[in-house]
């Protein structure tokens, strides 16, 4: 098999309904710009070559905003293991082992030899990151030249804080990624301590932290051209 590259909602509707309820489905929804999903497409895109009763999709996260909702995606990498016509997990983050598993569990096959090369090399070292929590926080403060840590997503904001700031962010046309904090409250409390600073949303550029929604309207009302200016890595 190999992996199908989901085009529109309606290709994906198509798609989804015309295969037996009984097939199981795996979606990977990933954006070209976050750094942990390129690794992750390899393994991705290796593991469909190892099960053939497993149909492997790939949907742009934010091209096609509108199936992202409706797997309620809040961060990439992020994957959606289906079967039966049914969700029966659901993965984020970048950890090709616990891919691996889940997707020899869901097809039921024997399990497959280690991911394509270049890619067992970080496997060690993204492991050990994970098991620690300021690792993991490093890593995702930095999935993205711009982060954004908010409560619910930019379809779907949850407290005004963060609609706002996502307003502000649209209205400067800059392109951000974002993280869901009500979906991980391990992520929510680290992440207190390692930016000391205690409420959301909070706002990161290169890694670092740029405040939340009052400092960085100060930063506006300081220099309105901030994010025109932005050098961003």
């Known amino acids: 098999m190999t992996v199908v590259e989901i085009t529109s909602e309606s290709h994906f509707n198509e798609l989804t309904t015309s295969l037996p309820s009984t097939r199981p489905i795996t979606i990977s929804f990933h954006t070209p710009w976050a750094a942990p999903c390129t690794q992750m497409n390899a393994v991705f895109s290796y593991l469909a070559t190892q099960y053939n009763n497993v149909t492997f999709l ?13 797997f309620d995606v809040s961060a990439v990498p992020f994957f959606v293991l289906i079967k ?15 891919l691996s598993a ?28 994970e098991e620690d929590l300021n690792g993991r926080l490093a890593k995702l403060v930095s999935a993205a030249p711009v982060m954004l840590f908010m409560k619910g997503t930019p379809a779907a904001p949850q407290c ?11 209205e400067n046309q800059v392109r951000f990624g974002f993280f869901d904090i009500l979906k991980d409250d391990t992520v929510r409390q680290g992440l207190k301590q390692f930016s000391d600073w205690p409420t959301f949303p909070q706002l990161y550029v290169n890694g670092e932290l740029q405040g939340g929604l009052d400092i960085v309207k100060e930063i506006l009302a300081e220099d309105p051209n901030y994010f025109k200016n932005l050098q961003t890595v």
């Open 102 to 129: 889940a997707i020899q569990e869901l097809s039921g096959q024997q399990p497959v030899v280690a991911p394509a090369a270049g890619v067992e090399n970080d496997e060690k070292e993204e492991t050990t990151a």
């Open 84 to 98: 039966n016509g049914k969700v029966v997990r659901e993965l984020s983050g970048a950890d090709p082992k616990e």
């Open 160 to 170: 005004g804080f963060s609609r706002q700031l996502v307003g502000i962010l649209r």
């Open 58 to 70: 790939s949907v742009d996260a934010e091209a096609h905003p509108e199936i992202s909702e409706i």
